[in-house]
Nanobody, 119 residues
Framework: QVQLVESGGGLVQPGGSLRLSCAAS????????MGWYRQASGKQCELVAT???????NYVDSVKGRFTISRDNAKNTVYLQMNSLKPEEAAVYYCSTNIRTAEATSDYWGQGTQVTDAS
């Protein structure tokens, strides 16, 4: 019954900002690494950013200095603050989390949230 609910996508003009969130719920023992992926139309899914339980972060080079990934362990939530957005970054953004339950440790994916270029 682990579920990820994403929100925060929408229409943005070039140079605009959005803050994505992804909240996990269910029979969760622990959440380890959390991350964000994006898939633009006609392209492969790309890893954007990850954050470990200890808050160590990694970013794809193209977003460094503009995007910030963070997490609130008490709320089982990961965020992606996106600033100075570029038209080519329009995509469906997916949250992925490595979660330990009573049965196993595995990856879970959110439903995706759409970021659309408004220009």
């Amino acid at each position: 019954q682990v579920q990820l609910v994403e929100s925060g996508g929408g229409l943005v003009q070039p140079g605009g900002s959005l803050r994505l969130s992804c909240a996990a719920s269910g029979n969760i023992f622990s959440i380890y690494t959390m991350g964000w992926y994006r898939q633009a139309s006609g392209k492969q899914c790309e890893l954007v950013a990850t954050i470990t339980r200890a808050a160590m972060t990694n970013y794809v080079d193209s977003v460094k200095g503009r995007f910030t990934i963070s997490r609130d362990n008490a709320k089982n939530t990961v965020y992606l603050q996106m600033n100075s957005l570029k038209p080519e970054e329009a995509a469906v953004y997916y949250c992925s989390t490595n979660i330990r339950t009573a049965e196993a440790t595995s990856d879970y994916w959110g439903q995706g949230t759409q970021v659309t270029d408004a220009s």
